[in-house]
């Protein structure tokens, strides 16, 4: 028993090194023109699937990685230091991935699980939507065969990447119904269509959009699941940790930046802020990993909020390291703080908003 969890500790660390080594070679070398280019980010999502990559939580009894939290939460870090926009768009795929391995669904689970982890299959979500107070945006209504689904999607990552998402939608009694439908326009049984990718200041390679959907039929087969009403809003609290893993590596992308600045300018100054945002940064990392396991909601939403706030302070570091220069296009200084912004919303709840503004509001 012992050797077998030993062997799948050094499995895990073996592709943490295979992935460390893919985004330094492959991809920081590259990370301005994935920003920008959906070409060059299709090709490096790619990449991670010739390397089995995209269904890292995946159980590998369905052909993932079966990685645990912790060794998912290291990996979060490690891909949003290198770029952003990759960190982004796959992770809407492994979070599609790990909500089809908990279905119930084993006609979908053997019909995707399977090809998920080398991109064979790419999947997105668009789930954001029951997260919103007041009349649902997207609503379910059960009929023969299946649901109808009727509303608006106003966030779906990956257009032109991805075949298929998972919608989540509220059915009349408030609970919320998920299952999949084409990324891509439609009308057979109802109508589906996109809105043209989203101009967007940080990680626009990504190709966001919006849906609208009218009387789209989705059959039983293509549920993924079906939860109580609120579950959403208790999956965020339950998971108020995990979008701030990402916020730490894009902080740490901020910091290597500072770190080249001065290299380049030898100011003891920029040596002297590397150090103490270092340790601050390390800090937060420690607890965020030891509260993982045993801590309060509220603490957890805490070092969220403390996350969100050093990827913005060390992104804006790399910018004044970086002097004018990081108004260039293709500055890392510059997009590292684009990506900060979208870091420091994705996943928002009512409470992350009020928790990331308190603590804007104690430093200045
Ligand atoms: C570029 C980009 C790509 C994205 N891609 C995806 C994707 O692929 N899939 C996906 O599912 N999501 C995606 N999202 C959604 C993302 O996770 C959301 O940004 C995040 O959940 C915040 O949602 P929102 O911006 O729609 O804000 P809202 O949901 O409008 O607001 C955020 C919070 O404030 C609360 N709130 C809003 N209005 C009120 C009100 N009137 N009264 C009280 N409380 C209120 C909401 O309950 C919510 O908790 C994407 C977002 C961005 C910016």
């Known amino acids: 028993m012992q050797l077998g969890i030993k062997s799948e ?7 943490l090194a295979t992935i460390e080594n893919y985004l330094q070679e492959v991809v920081a070398p590259q990370a301005a023109q994935i920003d920008r280019s959906p070409e060059t980010l299709k090709q490096v999502l790619l990449g991670m699937g010739d390397r089995s990559l995209l269904a890292l939580r995946v159980a590998q009894s369905f052909g993932g990685a ?52 080398t991109g064979k299959v790419l999947v997105g979500v668009g789930f954001s939507q029951l997260r919103r107070p007041g009349n649902p945006l997207m609503k379910a209504q059960e009929v023969e065969g299946g649901y109808r689904l ?13 075949d298929n998402f998972i919608i989540g939608a509220t059915l009349p009694d408030g609970r919320e119904i998920y299952g999949i439908l084409p990324l891509q326009q439609q009308e057979t049984e109802g109508l589906i269509t996109f809105s043209s ?11 966001t959009v919006s849906a609208n959907i009218e009387k789209w039929l989705l059959p039983n087969n293509q549920v993924v699941a079906i939860k109580p ?65 045993d801590c309060t909601y509220q603490k957890q939403l805490q070092l969220r909020a403390s996350a969100i706030n050093l990827a913005g302070r060390c992104s804006q570091a790399a910018v004044i390291s970086a002097s004018g220069a ?37 430093i200045s």
């Not at 009727?150 to 991805?162: A, L, M, N, S």
């Not at 990718?197 to 190709?207: C, G, H, R």
């Not at 770190?259 to 103490?276: G, M, T, V």
């Open 9 to 15: 500790q050094n499995q895990t660390t073996k592709i």
């Open 150 to 162: 009727e509303g608006k999607v106003p966030w779906i990552t990956g257009w032109g990447f991805f």
């Open 326 to 362: 990081a108004n260039d296009r293709d500055h890392p200084a510059g997009r590292v703080y684009r990506e900060a912004l979208l870091f420091s919303v994705s996943g928002q709840t009512t409470a992350v908003m009020e928790e990331t503004l308190k603590g804007l509001s104690k």
């Open 229 to 293: 009403a609120g579950s959403i809003h208790k999956s965020s609290k339950k998971n108020v940790l995990h979008h701030g893993f990402y916020a730490l590596g894009c902080a740490q992308a901020g910091l290597d930046i500072l770190e080249i600045s001065y290299q380049k300018k030898r100011l003891s100054f920029l040596q002297e802020s590397h150090r103490s945002l270092q340790q601050e940064l390390d800090n937060c990392r420690q607890a965020m990993f030891a509260a993982i396991t």
């Open 197 to 207: 990718p989203m101009e967007l200041i940080a990680m626009n390679s990504t190709n």
């Open 66 to 117: 079966g990685f645990t939290e912790i060794d998912y939460r290291h990996f979060q870090i490690l891909i949003a230091r290198y770029s952003g926009a990759l960190a982004f768009l796959q992770t809407q795929h492994q979070s599609a991935g790990s909500m089809l391995a908990a279905s119930n669904n084993q006609e979908l689970k053997q019909h995707y699980l399977p090809h998920m982890s």
